[in-house]
């Protein structure tokens, strides 16, 4: 890529850009105004990645040079601090897979397969616009932000910039994010491993294998990592192969085919336990495992969708769009651009490119090629997990992806459903789907990980090895996800302890010793009831749990992506160029517009679906007339309901407010940066800055 | 052309060297190890006399840091 835009401004540099640009919109044409013919997948990545090169040369390089003035003369904070550990200058290919592998999870897998249920036309736009006008500028800006200020954290700048109270602002609006991302992540697990032995036993081996990984990369061979992670991946695929044995022999299934609740509980107490064991022993092989299966399972798919270019079977626009879909609720407004938020813009790698890359970065001129770079990358898993949900049978599709509380249980009962919802299918496809992935049902596997997995596994088994091999494939992308959402839980549970012991800490100062186990033990506790209690009440939420617990999630993390691109924002004025400062603001400003409508319509829309007032109001005035409303099976349970509808209503509002606050706290600052006549912007001093002006 | 062909196998033995060596420094960044004969390198460079941690304790060194956990320091989940 940097070959290309390097490359001298001749007649030929125009030419092949003008190709490129002809190339994509032609593309772009043939995926958008197909009506009934099915679409060739390719069409859609030679779509993407024209699109994408197109906006790397002329809207990130702009960006990197005219707005924030990227000047490759200032040495970075690698190179002031080169310490050969934290601080290390490093070559940008090495660099920008670090930062590839620290950003890529299992937002951009998830988010678009249940954007699918709208047609793949409107999530694809949504990727596509969204990462070049909004995800990758935060990524790029932010990486910006924390190279010029010795990598500092973005709650630390946002304090420093912002002030002390946008600062704690900004910090309870980071342990929610973490909270329902621990509880989503943790659901999708449970959703694609519940009824399934197969899924379950290799899953569950990964906790055995990660030990022994962990101690021999202690003790018996201290730091050969390649070694461990092959003795590991050995391991991996010998328990996936075994898993189909312990399915087909009844008595050993019998331990593995455990239910939504049990499995729930099961991932609580492996969330504590694992977040209190030294990071050696589990944490980190399992990370080690979990981060080289991704990148190589990215890459598989890439290839594979190359070679194979399979045929999209879902229309591009469902008669969904008009918000009454079965695998989340609400109109393409707000809810698509809350359903898609890694992949498009995700608030999450915020906290990345404040984090250990801008230690790393040898030079400010690789800012574009790292931040805005690795984000187009991720928007490409996006599309990827897109085109695998959309290889699907549309009935196929639906059947896995709605409740059980609509869809009903058996396959007969699924089929009609289905086909009345438009998308006709058989009892028998059902089934032999079921059958040709080694699962004894499909039928109401929401959360997305199984609708990926089934994806994947007919166009990977297209590639290499047919029918066959369909059932190994598929329980393949089930272990890739489910091992590195566990990897997730286990880090994440002690972000949110740390952060509860920095919270509570500020009443009773001995909590904050974070060496202490007994604080330890305390705060791991703490944070997995937090999360768990979120993750109990989507597994055991009749619609599904993602058709409750995924908007929240989605609303969480752009919340976070507003308050990032504000800060930006704020900074762009006080470093005096405000006239740039459009760039961030016209994302920034849609971020606000999606959060807050999507926030206050989960509260006050009176459509039950869609609101959860309206929703418990409905449940409170049937249990008044001692009714038991569908999908729920006792007044307890509707009780239960209730409270739950209350507490997610408070969380959406939360999630609105602190946008709104941001939104008044960004305003203030910039209207303080507009009354001062010269640059505010706290950055690292830079002897260089003021030669350079004389020099100009 | 002998020499020709020997030749290329070299530049081949070569390219395909650096490959490997790039891809496993990539892959050892990518799960928080930086380069060790780079830090060697820093410390002989900046620090002479002073202790230079072997391999097997910059390995745990790095390993612990990239799991610690302090104020606004995250790791990736999404």
Known sequence: MSALVGSVNGTQTKVLWAAIALLGAVSLGIVALSRGEPVNAAWLVIAAVCIYFIAYRYYALFIANKVLGVNAARPTPAVRHNDGLDYVPTNRYVLYGHHFAAIAGAGPLVGPVLAAQMGYLPGTLWILAGVVFAGAVQDMTVLFLSTRRDGRSLADMIRSEMGPVAGTIAGIGILLICIILLAVLALVVVMALRGSPWGTFTVFCTVPIALIMGVYGRFIRPGRVAEMSLIGLVLLVAALIYGQTVAQTPELAAYFTLSAPTLALTIIGYGFFASVLPVWLLLAPRDYLSTFMKVGTVVLLALAIIIVRPYLQMPSVTKFIDGTGP?????????????????????????????????????????????????????????????????????????????????????????????????????????????????????????????????????????????????????????????????????????????????????????????????????????????????????????????????????????????????CTVVLFKMKRERFAWVTIMPATWLVVCTVTAGLEKVFNPNPAVGFVAHAFRLTSAIASGQILAPAHSLDEMSRLVFNDYLDATLAFLFAAVVLLMVVYGVLNVWRALGTPKATAIEVEFAGAAVGARNA | MPDLL?????????????????????????????????????????????????????????????????????????
């Open chain 1, 327 to 567: 695998v989340w609720a609400g109109s393409l407004f707000p809810f698509l651009f809350i359903t898609i938020a890694c992949g498009a813009v995700s608030g999450w790698h915020s906290l990345i490119s404040s984090g250990t890359t801008p230690k790393m970065l040898e030079n400010e001129s690789q800012i574009p090629f790292l931040g805005y770079g690795s984000m187009l990358m991720e928007s490409f898993v996006a599309i990827m997990a897109m085109i695998a949900a959309s290889v699907l049978h549309p009935g196929v599709y639906f059947a896995m992806n709605t409740g059980a509380g609509i869809l009903g249980t058996t396959a007969a009962q699924a089929a009609q459903v289905v086909s009345n919802m438009g998308f006709v299918v058989t009892p028998d496809q059902l089934a032999q789907v079921a059958h040709d992935v080694g699962e004894t049902t499909i039928l109401s596997r929401t959360g997305g990980a199984p609708t990926l997995a089934v994806g994947m596994a007919q166009i990977l088994s297209s590639l290499l090895g047919g029918q066959a091999l369909t059932a190994i494939w598929y329980h393949f992308a089930i272990l890739f996800e489910a091992l590195f959402i566990l990897t997730t839980v286990d880090a994440g549970t002690r972000v949110c302890r740390f952060m509860i012991q920095d919270l509570v800490g500020n009443a009773i100062p001995g909590f904050k010793e974070t060496t202490s186990w007994t604080n330890n033990i305390i705060g791991s506790a703490l944070a997995c009831a937090l999360w768990g209690y979120f993750l109990y009440q989507g597994v055991i939420d009749p619609f599904g749990g993602i058709w409750t617990l995924w908007p929240l999630f989605g609303a969480s993390n752009q919340m976070l992506a507003a308050i990032a691109l504000i800060l």
């Open chain 2, 6 to 78: 020997s030749i290329k196998f070299e530049e081949w033995k070569e390219h395909s060297r650096a490959v490997r060596t790039w891809s496993v420094r990539a892959a050892r960044l990518m799960i928080g190890v930086p380069d060790y004969d780079t830090y060697v390198a820093h410390r002989q460079a900046n620090h002479p006399g002073l202790p230079i941690m072997s391999y097997e304790e910059f390995f745990v060194e790095r390993q612990e840091a990239r799991y610690a956990v302090s104020k606004g320091r995250f790791r990736g989940c999404c």
